[in-house]
């Protein structure tokens, strides 16, 4: 992909929305936290190394809690980009983390998030406790503009600010009396190995409950409004693609019921009088987003 990156340094240190409107044209791109992959030029890359020794480190105690949170999200992402590789693209990755960033600010947890492509033509995105966010290029390619970009991002984060991640490993009963230690291995060892294999199992594979898409549903589309995005970007990618489940297409496979969950996103749209209203940044989206 040859395509550049050129924001004015200005933009980065706009603090609303208004600000940066009157310089760009645009949302602000709230600097912070780290990207997977996509080389340097400023953004810090994924150490998988670092990864793998720091989520060794969760299984001091038998009860699982937010301080462990990082260390499961590391283990998340480890499995993510071992099933999916990164794609390696340091311009696109380097404006998805931006988008990233930005609805990021507009949440409870405003900095710290980590965001990656994963090179697979699969429709889905995926988010592991602490900060782990990452969105498959098949997805990138159904988006038709910054907004609906935003607002899957925001949805991401909505799982990571509502602790789903964690709260999935504490409902799969993984205590001190379930667990089945293998001679030689710590009970430490043990419970990491358990609770980041069942964490990806349900990010990966099986997908949070009905309660929890809705909540971060809520969720991103508060955060894109509130980052100054039009809320319909995220209605429109999901109808989108509730017309490609309905038609047999396996998109977004991890989160079901599309078509219920985009009425919903539209009453609470219209409850907040924002339809219409906030960037859509078609073509920004796609100066940047352009796979080939």
């Known amino acids: 992909m040859n395509s550049r990156f050129h924001i004015p340094a200005r933009a980065f240190a706009a603090t609303s929305v208004i600000a940066v409107v009157a310089v760009i044209i645009s949302v602000p791109f709230n600097m912070g936290g780290c990207s997977v992959g996509g080389g340097g030029g400023g953004v810090r890359g994924l ?24 260390a499961l999200g590391q283990a998340v992402a480890v499995q993510a980009t ?17 988008v990233g960033r930005t609805v990021g600010a507009a949440s409870p947890q405003t900095t710290g998030y980590c965001f990656g492509i994963l090179d697979t033509d699969k429709v889905n995105a995926f988010s592991g406790p602490s900060g782990y966010v990452m969105i498959t290029r098949g997805a990138l390619m159904r988006m038709h503009d910054e907004s609906e970009l935003a607002a899957v991002l925001g949805h991401e984060i909505g799982h990571i600010n509502k602790h789903h991640g964690l709260n999935a490993v504490k409902n799969a009963n993984l205590t001190q009396g379930a667990l089945k230690v293998a001679g030689g291995v710590s009970k430490e060892v043990a419970q990491f190995g358990n609770a980041s294999d069942v964490l990806s199992n349900v990010i990966l594979n099986v997908g949070f409950s009905e309660p929890q898409e809705d909540e971060a549903d809520a969720e991103g589309v508060k955060y894109a409004i509130a980052a100054g995005y039009n809320p319909d970007g995220y209605l429109h990618f999901l109808q989108r693609l509730a017309k490609e489940q309905g038609a047999g297409g396996k998109v977004f496979d991890t989160h079901p019921g599309l078509g219920d969950r985009a009425k919903r996103v539209a009453a609470q749209i219209a409850k907040a009088n924002a339809s219409g209203l906030g960037a859509t940044l078609e073509e920004r989206f796609k100066a940047y987003v352009v796979l080939r």
């Open 47 to 70: 150490n998988i190394t670092n990864i793998v020794e720091g989520g060794q480190q969760l299984g001091k105690g038998l009860t699982m809690s937010e301080k462990d949170e990082p």
């Open 82 to 98: 071992n099933r999916y590789p990164l794609y390696r693209d340091q311009a696109l990755t380097r404006y998805v983390t931006l």
